[in-house]
T-cell receptor
Framework: GNSVTQMEGPVTLSEEAFLTINCTYT??????LFWYVQYPGEGLQLLLK?????DKGSNKGFEATYRKETTSFHLEKGSVQVSDSAVYFC???????????FGQGTELSVKP | DTAVSQTPKYLVTQMGNDKSIKCEQN?????MYWYKQDSKKFLKIMFS???????INETVPNRFSPKSPDKAHLNLHINSLELGDSAVYFC????????????FGPGTRLLVL
């Protein structure tokens, strides 16, 4: 079946450090891939997305590239800030099922 | 103006009670969803409605009954609440059923004692 696996958290970094959160997926067909972010006490917000292989999604300094050959969509940011502390969810959408399938979430804590 | 809103934000209740959570979206979207987020932050879809019709119904106990009076509203009624129902419930909407980008509400934190 379709599934998403993310690296386990929590991830703790110092401000200005480089961030990578790994995400791999299993899917039939060609899903769209997403990163959502959940700040403390809030709902999920779309961070970025990519709809086909080799697409790069980017927003607020975050980037992720849809890699079909490795079935991955790793999230990166060159220099994290304290305000980036949140839970990050990788997700896939396959049109046939009409559902978003989420990974388990990775908590990021950035210390000053 | 909030795009997807939910009420109440917090709900504390006793086992066996019946409660409802309301969701409204002002985005003009056709499709709405309910998700459950457990204590480990795992997020799973429960239901989806497209233009007031049920299109996704995951393996959810029939104590949970969604109701969509119009396409801007999707309410969730829960009968005979159990301890395991304690979670955060998120409502979301998308422009149409095949559109991937979903917009989430702030969540309703349900605690069953």
């Amino acid at each position: 079946g379709n599934s998403v696996t993310q690296m386990e958290g929590p991830v703790t970094l110092s401000e200005e450090a480089f961030l990578t959160i790994n995400c791999t997926y299993t899917a039939t067909g060609y899903p769209s891939l997403f990163w959502y972010v959940q700040y403390p006490g809030e709902g999920l917000q779309l961070l970025l997305k990519a709809t086909k292989a080799d697409d790069k999604g980017s927003n607020k300094g975050f980037e992720a590239t849809y890699r079909k050959e490795t079935t991955s969509f790793h999230l990166e940011k060159g220099s994290v800030q304290v305000s980036d502390s949140a839970v990050y969810f990788c997700a896939l959408f396959y049109n046939q099922g009409g559902k978003l399938i989420f990974g388990q979430g990775t908590e990021l804590s950035v210390k000053p | 103006d909030t795009a997807v809103s939910q009420t109440p934000k917090y709900l504390v209740t006793q086992m066996g009670n019946d409660k409802s959570i309301k969701c409204e979206q002002n985005l003009g979207h056709d499709t709405m969803y309910w998700y459950k987020q457990d204590s480990k932050k795992f997020l799973k879809i429960m239901f989806s409605y497209n233009n007031k019709e049920l299109i996704i119904n995951e393996t959810v106990p029939n104590r949970f009954s969604p109701k969509s009076p119009d396409k801007a509203h999707l309410n969730l009624h829960i009968n005979s609440l159990e301890l395991g129902d304690s979670a955060v419930y998120f409502c979301a909407s998308s422009q149409e059923a095949g559109r991937e980008t979903q917009y989430f509400g702030p969540g309703t934190r349900l605690l069953v004692l």
